[in-house]
């Protein structure tokens, strides 16, 4: 067993005071009186009901909902699919350009994809709204799946789907009915990745946006330039405790089943 | 002949299930099958073995439909199958991972291929309660494949292959994955499956000893070639090259040079100041030629004092024992270096052993105990 030791203790202090701080502040100063941020005037719920009772933040969430349902369902099939296709069909005539070609969104300055995006909208005079986010979400979170995927379908056993092919499967049902069960839980996973993703998006929202449509991001951002109010700290603590269930709920979940494989799997070497 | 024997392979009527004409395989500019003929017949336990990367794996995988020849021909009861694809051909495969379906429970993995036939529910149904049988699982249906051993799984992959009474039932290392003991165990059994259903099994192996215990007929490969195609007993008594009598068993290999006798019998020179090997044979060597004389250890009789009349007989100290329980091998060098394996049985206690280390013993074997090979 390790011992405890000051350095690792003061080392981890640093670390999560770092990390955690800044939200503790947010989530404190959500549940205060006072109208101004900075001063603590006793506890209060009352910019929650505001924050209800606010149109605007309400039309933005909806809106915002809408955008990330809409383009991570989309962004996991497209990029389950190039996933799918670039690990599976070996190699052929041009396979490394093509791959380094889905990666590249990764690294690109986001300033650069939301005006790109930008001019081509312009170009072929879609009109900017909801359908331009969607489409520009979809974009730049669809190689965020396909990494996911592929790093799931790379450790694929393959002779399960030549085993679906040698009982009768065509090459489409082998996949829905082995291969797309199995790799479930890193499609899943994709999805919530790009619905975050498309959840907290600023830059490429605000290229992408016209009058019609305000995404949560834009409105906070544009809220906070007219100073900070109490009802932005309680609209991000909402957000943060969402985020916190799910990601709890998702590594439980994904934590439970494995260890109960384990066990299962041990009773039947044993029996 | 006795009628009962099963040997279609001798019968100049049958026609052969799967027929390879003139195959070869090619990956770029590695070849893995070399212009490859082979025959195998309705009911036949056919086992394709050699060492890893001789092509038995290319060639099973070209009669599921997973790869195709580069040139040639397949032909699955007189059909040529090499345009159709994996799904369409009457073959199913047992996979060495077994790649059983890990979200399905036992029942589905079965009743997986002929859900695909569009099979009504009540005949499904019942070809799996069979299959369950078949393979003694009936009790683990509903689990799922994490939830039961490896041998069962192992059935498990079986009886889902077999589901489907396919003409050609395809077998990739079934066995490599359970422990010897089991391992005996599941040959037996896959031969008395085998004998119940009546299909036709190639099974890819490895493993000699499993390739002679279960097969009808062997095929040991090399290097995309078929080096021999026998029976067990055949390839075992009758090697025709010596690198099929070193890859199946323990053999000795005498390298020397011909020398023609009479009629069937001739005489080996194969060392300085030893007398000459006397061997009968029905192949034909010239005088002079390089000839292998390959003997089983078994073979060899050892005792103490020089045996009369006997064919062949050397002189030699032991150099080593290998006790094996049932058995001994005992390693015996001549004056002249050479190491000769002779094998008994150990019918008596080991303290009533009548050799041991450094002793003198005499070597002897008849003149058909051994083949001469030429190669």
């Known amino acids: ?271 | 002949m006795n009628s009962t024997v099963f040997a279609p392979w001798e019968d100049p009527e049958q026609k052969p299930l799967i027929r390879f004409q003139n195959v070869t395989k090619k990956f770029g500019s590695f070849t893995a099958i070399d212009n490859l003929s082979l025959d195998i017949y309705e009911r036949e336990f056919f086992a394709l073995l050699g060492p890893s990367g001789c092509g038995k794996t290319t060639m099973m995988r070209m009669l599921a439909g997973f790869e195709n020849p580069s040139s040639g021909q397949i032909e699955l009861s007189g059909r040529n199958i090499v345009p159709v694809p994996p799904n369409k051909r009457a073959v199913n495969m047992m996979f060495q991972s077994y790649a059983l379906f890990p979200h399905l429970t036992i029942w589905e993995n079965i009743a997986f291929g002929l859900k695909r036939e569009g099979k009504d529910k009540e005949t499904i149904a019942t070809r799996v309660h069979e299959m369950l049988r078949l393979t003694r699982l009936e009790r683990f249906a509903k689990r799922k494949p994490h939830q039961i051993s490896g041998g069962q799984r192992q059935r498990v992959a079986l009886a889902r292959s077999l589901a489907k009474a396919p003409t050609l039932l395809l077998l990739d290392e079934p066995l490599g994955a359970l422990d010897a003991k089991l391992r005996q165990d599941t040959q037996f059994e896959l031969m008395d499956i085998q004998e119940k259903t009546g299909t036709t099994f190639v099974i890819v192996t490895h493993d000699q000893e499993e390739a002679m215990t279960v097969a009808s007929r062997v095929a040991v490969m090399d290097e995309g070639k078929l080096m021999q195609v026998a029976t067990p007993d055949r390839i075992y008594e009758t090697p025709n090259s010596v690198y099929v009598a070193d890859f199946i068993g323990d053999v000795n290999i005498i390298e020397g040079r011909s020398r023609f006798l009479e009629e069937g019998q001739y005489e080996i020179d194969w060392a300085e100041g030893q007398q000459a090997l006397h061997a009968a044979t029905s192949a034909k060597f010239d005088n002079g030629q390089t000839c292998y004389m390959a003997i089983r250890p078994e073979k060899i009789t050892i005792t103490a004092d020089r045996p009369e009349a006997a064919d062949n007989c050397v002189q030699g100290k032991i150099h080593d024992i290998a006790y094996l329980g049932n058995l001994s091998t005992y390693h015996v060098e001549l004056p002249n270096g050479t190491i000769i394996k002779a094998q008994t049985a150990n019918t008596r206690r080991i303290a009533r052993r009548s050799f041991t280390w450094e002793d003198q013993v005499w070597l002897s074997w008849t003149a058909t105990a051994g083949v001469m090979l030429a190669r």
């Open chain 1, 1 to 271: 067993m390790s011992r405890f030791s000051w350095f690792n203790a003061v080392s981890l202090t640093i670390g999560f005071a770092f990390l955690y701080i800044p939200m503790i502040i947010l989530i404190i100063f959500s549940f205060n009186e006072s109208k101004l941020v900075t001063v603590w005037a006793g506890f209060s719920t009352k910019w929650y009901g505001e924050l209800l009772a606010n149109e605007a933040f309400l039309d933005a969430a909806w809106v915002t909902l809408r955008v990330a349902v809409f383009s991570s369902t989309l962004a996991t099939i497209l990029g389950t699919a190039a996933a799918y296709v670039l690990i599976r069909s070996g190699r052929f005539f041009g396979r490394t350009l093509f791959s380094g070609m889905i990666y590249a969104p990764l690294v690109m300055p986001e300033v650069i994809t939301g005006l790109s995006l930008l001019l081509l909208f312009i170009g072929i005079g879609l009109e900017r709204g909801v359908l331009t986010i969607v489409l520009a979400h979809t974009t730049f979170s669809m190689c965020y799946v396909s990494v996911v995927v592929s790093s799931r379908l790379a450790t694929f056993d393959k002779s399960l789907e030549e085993a679906a092919l040698d009982l009768g499967c065509s090459s489409a049902q082998a996949f829905r009915l082995v291969t797309l069960p199995i790799i479930a839980p890193a499609v899943i996973s994709g999805w919530l990745l790009a619905f975050t993703l498309s959840l907290d998006d600023l830059v490429i929202a605000s290229f992408a946006t016209g009058p019609s449509a305000t995404t949560l991001p834009i409105k906070i951002f544009s809220a906070v330039r007219l100073g900070v109010s109490p009802e932005i700290n309680a609209l991000s603590t909402i957000m943060i405790a969402i985020v916190t269930v799910g990601v709890i709920t998702a590594s439980l979940l994904s934590k439970r089943k494995l260890v109960r494989e384990r066990e299962e799997e041990f009773m039947a070497a044993r029996s």
